[in-house]
């Protein structure tokens, strides 16, 4: 495996490869990415090439957000990638990827990039699919695998991806999870052992907020509100807990529709995020 850090060097390495399964990360890597690397070689094959990218895209964060703080773990990441039959880390400087301030982006629309995350993080959506974008018109993969833990970040670049009539197949990895419940995230590490513990209510929740659905509750407004207020009980500050479309992340209209639940909550200073579907 070879770690690259420039754009040239990898287009060089790259080239006459025409199977190329890519999972783009901003690093501090988990099982959740090494199962999404793992599904890039099954789709690409021994002989294709799989490429991982490891950068901490200043672009989707708020100032007020863990920017600074966000772990670079590179030497660790790299032995990871390595044993999960990885052959490119990507890991280009902010130099690299944004030589000037990057004035063209991708603005996805506000009815799928506003709602949910968009509305708690402004412009996270727009971060994240420039450097997607970006990161795709250098890597060139034949597939990309996103996982379904950032479930409204697949759903934009799934429709990046048909929109812009990029030549990409798109994969989802299934969120994995501990023994317990708890959604890996590079941002779990931030949590202590007691948080830890309690981290494993947000997906309790969803549980709960299914099940209420599922005996046949329709008063979804206040199905959400008990499950905001559980949360608040014991601590935690949601920024939403809702049951929608899985197609639209709309709310349900109609019976038998597929759905998804989804949350986002801080517990002390960590924002964590899951979902479950429906
Ligand atoms: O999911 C992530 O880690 C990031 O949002 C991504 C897709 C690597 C873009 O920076």
């Known amino acids: ?161 048909a929109q812009m009539a990029l030549p990409i197949e798109i994969q989802a990895g299934e969120t994995a999870r501990s023994d317990e419940g708890l959604a890996l995230s590079s941002r779990n590490g931030y949590l202590s052992a007691e948080e830890k513990e309690e981290a494993l209510r947000l997906s309790r929740t969803l549980k709960a907020l299914i099940a209420g659905w599922q005996s046949g509750r329709r008063d979804l407004a206040a199905l959400e509100a008990e499950a905001t207020s559980h949360l608040q009980a014991h601590g935690w500050a949601p920024d939403y807990v809702c049951l929608r479309r899985r197609h639209d992340l709309g709310a349900p209209q109609a019976e038998g529709e597929p759905l998804v639940a989804l949350a986002a909550a801080r517990l002390g200073k960590t924002r964590l995020i899951d979902n479950l579907e429906v």
Not at 67 to 84: H, S, W
Not at 120 to 127: I, L, M, N, Q, S
Not at 138 to 155: E, H, R, T, W
């Open 1 to 161: 495996m070879k770690v690259i850090h420039t754009i040239g060097e990898l287009r060089q390495a790259l080239a006459g490869q025409a199977a190329r399964g890519f999972v783009p990360t901003m690093g501090n890597l988990h099982d959740g990415h090494l199962a999404l690397v793992r599904q890039a070689r099954e789709a690409v094959g021994p002989q294709g090439a799989v490429i991982a990218s490891i950068f901490v895209n200043r672009l989707q964060f708020a100032p007020n957000e863990d920017f600074d703080q966000y772990p670079r773990t590179l030497a660790r990441d790299a032995e990871l990638l390595e044993a999960a039959s990885c052959d490119f880390v990507f890991a280009p400087s902010e130099q690299e990827l944004y030589p000037e301030p990057q004035g063209y982006k991708v603005t996805p629309p506000a009815a799928l990039a506003d709602i949910l995350e968009g509305h708690f993080r402004p412009g996270f959506f727009t971060g994240v699919a420039t450097v997607v974008h970006k990161l795709f018109n250098i890597v060139q993969p034949s597939v990309a695998v996103f996982g379904k833990k950032d479930y409204q970040q697949l759903m934009v670049i799934r429709r990046m991806v």
